[in-house]
Antibody, heavy 120, light 113 residues
Framework: EVQLVESGGGLVQPGESLRLSCAASGFTFSTYWMNWVRQAPGKGLEWVANIKPGGTEKYYVDSVKGRFTISRDNAKNSLYLQMNSLRAEDTAIYYC?????????????WGQGALVTVSS | DVVMTQSPLSLPVTLGQPASISCRSSQSLVHSDGNTYLNWFQQRPGQSPRRLIYKVSNRDSGVPDRFSGSGSGTDFTLKISRVEAEDVGIYYCMQGTHWPPLTFGGGTKVEIK
């Protein structure tokens, strides 16, 4: 059974940093694209970043470029999101989501989410 | 960026009756490989999103056959043939043809009248 479990959320002040983790199990993690998707309180879904299986390609939404870094450790079956210079508008539930095997087979499995609150 | 526009924002439906959600993209979602990468997701209250439909009309495993997707180019539709209580939630369309960024529609809230 595919499982994605996020951790590392919490309350931070504006300008601070936080690192989210996503532990994957039930599939061969090293062969799948992985994503971070966020949802601000009461709002819709926003894709944040994704990363190729080998970690050589990474893409980001413009609003987080230069502040967030997606990475993975295939030996540990883990996905990460390093978030620096956090702003109030980054407050959201952050979901880890897997892409399927075929091109365009996006977000077939999701984690339960990790809440990040940026407030002074 | 491709803008995804859903309508209506809110959809009150009587149990057992059909429901239809529209999703329009700001440009054609036909990929150069000939596929159209338009997905639908359901988010029940308090839960993570769940994919229902991929590539316009393909139902995911375990998704009831009362859910169907259709459309082409820039206009797409998610239909629920007979709404059940468990279908309450917010539905999102998402395009994966022109990225980055991958973009979602704003969501349609389905509720029971």
């Amino acid at each position: 059974e595919v499982q994605l479990v996020e951790s590392g959320g919490g309350l931070v002040q504006p300008g601070e940093s936080l690192r989210l983790s996503c532990a994957a199990s039930g599939f061969t993690f090293s062969t799948y694209w992985m994503n971070w998707v966020r949802q601000a309180p009461g709002k819709g879904l926003e894709w944040v970043a994704n990363i190729k299986p080998g970690g050589t390609e990474k893409y980001y939404v413009d609003s987080v470029k230069g502040r967030f870094t997606i990475s993975r450790d295939n030996a540990k079956n883990s996905l990460y999101l390093q978030m620096n210079s956090l702003r109030a508008e980054d407050t959201a539930i952050y979901y880890c989501a897997r892409d399927g095997e075929l091109t365009g087979d996006l977000f077939d499995y999701w984690g339960q989410g990790a809440l990040v609150t940026v407030s002074s | 960026d491709v803008v995804m526009t859903q309508s209506p924002l809110s959809l009150p439906v009587t149990l057992g009756q059909p429901a239809s959600i529209s999703c329009r993209s700001s440009q054609s979602l036909v990929h150069s490989d000939g596929n159209t990468y338009l997905n639908w997701f359901q988010q029940r209250p308090g839960q993570s999103p769940r994919r229902l439909i991929y590539k316009v009309s393909n139902r995911d495993s375990g998704v009831p056959d009362r859910f169907s997707g259709s459309g082409s180019g820039t206009d797409f539709t998610l239909k629920i043939s007979r709404v059940e209580a468990e279908d309450v939630g917010i539905y999102y369309c998402m395009q994966g043809t022109h990225w980055p960024p991958l973009t979602f529609g704003g969501g349609t809230k389905v509720e029971i009248k």
